[in-house]
């Protein structure tokens, strides 16, 4: 008796902590529930055509920098020979994964040039004014004040006159845009190449400095690596000399290094880049690096937004549906097997509590596919139920207690329910190797069920089935036959 109401016990708890996980970590929705962005990249290749090994390892790096963007689901598809769709649950701007995605990830180091600090030091103090009136721009345009404009634009113009360049961008934004890549190039062009590049790095991360708001992304290098960042240092330490980190043509960093490195340089193997980033700027650095370079540059082409309007009638219907079938099967089982059937019910709403659970825990993203995955393992559960019911009449017509009766149709139907819940199981592990996403999301969603449905099946219907027994009237023969059979 004390083991019975332990079991009951641990299945209330583990409802309540379903319940609180539900509150705590909703659910993730893919694509075509919550909307999202579809981009169309284009990759560019100057002679010939692009090879199926050069559009695969176009394809590699795209995902790597997808997957540690954290964006659940995502699609990544090719289109002919030279193109890839990608879809990105939940992302409304594609701008936002643009930045990413679309640059090359070209990192290297350089050495500065001999004779050229005065020209660097006032290219960096003309790259720190444009910054802050990009920054001025954005505040202007938000508040719509013409007279900030004029001034950023009058500054504009100074600093085009002391570079001594004209942009040709027609815009205000543009021409800042165009002026500080003409910085960046010209900051690039006063360093000199070095045989350390992004192919010697093996991690990236990132973390806010200490001393202030800033963040800073951390790199890790191979042995090799390590040993040319250490000679490199070595090279320039205590001098006038800095140190450039360029990504893609455009210095992010350039530092000095100390004195007491002349003899051994920077050891260690890792190397920090701090400038002046945002925690997003970090992010998307580090996104980039560890991404890997791409092959062949990319453009993308179109970029098309999926609202979420269309995502919330998909998740309408599919409720509607799933409720649909809940309350006809509900009504079924408890018209048909009485007292049994209501335990199926109560099974299948602990059951649902557990699966949605398990789903945000993962987390699982739910798509429409996942959905019907859901749905099917539902009518997997109910199917085991089933079978344990028509064992426990057959032992209340052989003229069993119906204690015994309970206990030898769970035991009877046990082998039989774990023989086609594993049947399942393996074709669920086959499409999630071999499909894709939306496939494996579907194979994903009815493998968690179908373990589910085991524990419930077999283990919370007996268990409640149990405790409406430990009342005597509920223990009637006749609640657990057919009506038109009150005969025992």
């Not at 309408?316 to 209501?342: E, P, T």
């Not at 139920?385 to 015994?404: A, K, M, V």
Request: charged share 20%.
């Amino acid at each position: 008796m004390k083991r019975r109401q332990g079991w009951l016990f641990f299945i209330i708890f583990l409802l309540t902590l379903s319940v609180y996980l539900l509150i705590n970590y909703p659910l993730q929705l893919g694509l075509d529930l919550q909307g999202g962005s579809q981009l169309t990249l284009q990759i560019i290749k100057e002679e010939g055509k692009v090879t199926r090994d050069e559009l695969e390892a176009v394809n590699s790096v795209i995902d790597k920098r997808v997957n540690n963007l954290g964006v659940s689901e995502s699609n990544l598809q090719t289109l002919g020979g030279d193109q890839l769709i990608l879809e990105l649950p939940g992302e409304q701007n594609p701008l936002v994964a643009s930045r990413v995605l679309g640059k090359t990830a070209l990192l290297e180091f350089r050495t500065q040039k001999e004779g050229t600090s005065t020209d660097l030091k006032t290219l960096q103090l003309q790259r720190l004014t444009i910054k802050e009136l990009i920054e001025q721009y954005s505040f202007a345009e938000k508040s719509q004040n013409d007279n900030n404009l004029k001034v950023i634009q009058e500054d504009l113009n100074d600093i085009e006159q002391e570079l001594n360049y004209s942009s040709t961008s027609k815009d205000l934004y543009g021409k800042l845009i165009e002026i500080k890549k003409y910085v960046d190039n010209e900051i690039t062009n006063l360093f000199i190449k070095t045989d350390l590049s992004g192919k010697d790095l093996i991690n990236a991360g990132r973390r806010q400095e200490q001393t202030n708001s800033n963040w800073e992304v951390l790199l890790t290098f191979s042995n090799s690596g390590g040993e040319k960042f250490a000679e490199i240092t070595k090279s320039i330490a205590g001098t006038n000399q800095l140190l450039a980190i360029i990504l893609d043509g455009e210095s992010i960093s350039e530092a000095s290094v100390g004195n007491q490195f002349a003899s051994t340089g920077i050891t260690g193997g890792s190397a920090t880049i701090s400038g002046n980033f945002s925690a997003e700027n970090a992010r998307e650095l580090e996104v980039q690096l560890k991404g890997g370079s791409l092959p062949l540059p990319i453009e993308i082409v179109e970029t098309n937004t999926i609202g979420a309007l269309l995502g919330s009638k998909n998740i309408l219907k599919s409720l509607y549906a799933a409720i649909s079938g809940l309350i006809f099967v509900g009504i079924f089982m408890i018209f048909n097997y009485r007292i049994l059937g209501f335990v199926s019910v109560l099974s299948l709403v602990i059951y649902g509590f557990f699966n949605l659970a398990i789903y945000s825990l993962i987390p699982v993203t739910l798509t429409l596919p996942g959905i019907s995955g859901l749905i099917l393992s539902i009518g997997m559960a109910v199917d085991a139920n089933i079978l344990i019911f028509e064992r426990i009449r057959e032992e209340l017509y052989d003229g069993n207690t119906l204690t015994r009766s309970i206990d030898s149709g769970f035991q009877r139907a046990n082998s039989s329910i774990v023989d086609g819940h594993i049947t399942t199981l393996l074709s669920c592990f086959v499409l999630f190797l071999l499909g894709t996403n939306f496939v494996k999301g579907f194979a994903a969603t009815l493998g968690i069920g179908v373990l589910i449905s085991l524990f419930t099946s077999l283990n919370c219907s007996k268990n409640i089935l149990r405790f409406f027994t430990t009342y005597q009237s509920l223990r009637q023969k006749n609640l657990y036959l057919p009506r038109n059979n009150f005969s025992n």
